[in-house]
């Protein structure tokens, strides 16, 4: 199954290649070359599924999700798409009562076009591994997706900005309703762009209380605002041309080894164990 999913991304990926370069894919930006702008390209839109258009930590329903962690509901909230006020909790209270809090709770970023929510070349992989480490030692596990479009436009402006204004407002609500928990921002491809995004946009108490953690990071030259070293992770195969972004030259760096941006599912352990020992 995940070879088919590679074949099928690296397909898609080369098809976009070829028409961005023969000029027949229309943009609505104008392209910056100088971008990290070829991360995980495809022409198949694959339209959000379920998607809240605000999602954030929410009081506990009675229902489980999906993948079996402790069950979390999205619901309105007012200003989430607001730039977020460092010194304001987003709820407007402190009061955490009836809140369904984890011991780690992740809130994760899929790359271009992949499924919501979680994607399917990282982010599955990824909780499953988290999971194998928390288990055994009794911690419970939230793996919560980032409510976005994941669109190729957005990732040539270098990140989606409602998705990022969502992932901050997400990390935030989960550090404020939950202060006990470990929370981790962890992101594949636009993924990662939304994660140094947000990092912007959280409260300073918050930001260096996290941990982070990229792979095929487009902007993986740069320190993730506000987080401190010892609490990130950077993630980048040799010769993916998606990583720290440069120029032209990715186009040749993504037909040549294309597959370096696309198999990090094998290294959700080096991740999972970075994330266990930090929190």
């Not at 550090?175 to 912007?200: E, F, I, M, T």
Request: charged share 15%; glycine share 8%; net charge negative.
């Amino acid at each position: 199954m995940s070879l088919l999913l590679t074949a099928m991304h690296m397909l898609s990926i080369l098809l976009a290649l070829s028409s961005l370069v023969s000029g027949a894919v229309a943009y609505p930006h104008k392209l910056d070359l100088n971008e990290p702008w070829l991360s995980s390209l495809s022409s198949r839109q694959v339209p959000p599924v379920g998607l809240s258009t605000t999602p954030a930590w929410a009081p506990a329903s009675d229902q489980m999700n999906k993948r079996g962690a402790p069950a979390y509901r999205t619901r309105e909230l007012e200003g989430l798409n607001d730039v977020i006020d460092p010194g304001i909790n987003p709820l407007g209270s402190s009061d955490n009562t009836g809140i369904g809090c984890s011991d780690v709770m992740v809130v994760f970023a899929r790359g271009t076009n992949e499924p919501s929510p979680i994607g399917d070349l990282v982010g599955p992989q990824l909780e499953e591994a988290l999971r194998g480490w928390l288990n055994p030692r009794n911690k419970t596990l939230t793996f919560e997706g980032v409510a976005y479009s994941a669109s190729i436009a957005e990732f040539l402006e270098g990140g989606d900005p409602d998705g990022s204004k969502t992932m901050a407002s997400q990390i935030t609500l989960a550090a404020r309703l939950c202060p006990d928990a470990s929370v981790v921002s962890v992101g594949y491809s636009q993924g990662a762009q939304l994660v140094h995004n947000s990092a912007k946009q959280l409260p300073a108490d918050v930001a260096s209380h996290i941990t982070v953690v990229t792979f095929g990071d487009p902007d993986s030259r740069e320190t993730v605002y506000g987080i401190p070293a010892s609490k990130t992770c950077v993630i980048c195969h040799r010769d993916d041309g998606a990583c720290g972004g440069n120029g032209l030259l990715n186009i040749l760096f993504l037909l040549l080894f294309l597959q370096n941006h696309l198999d990090y599912a094998q290294d959700v352990g080096t991740a999972a164990k970075f994330i266990a020992e930090n929190v």
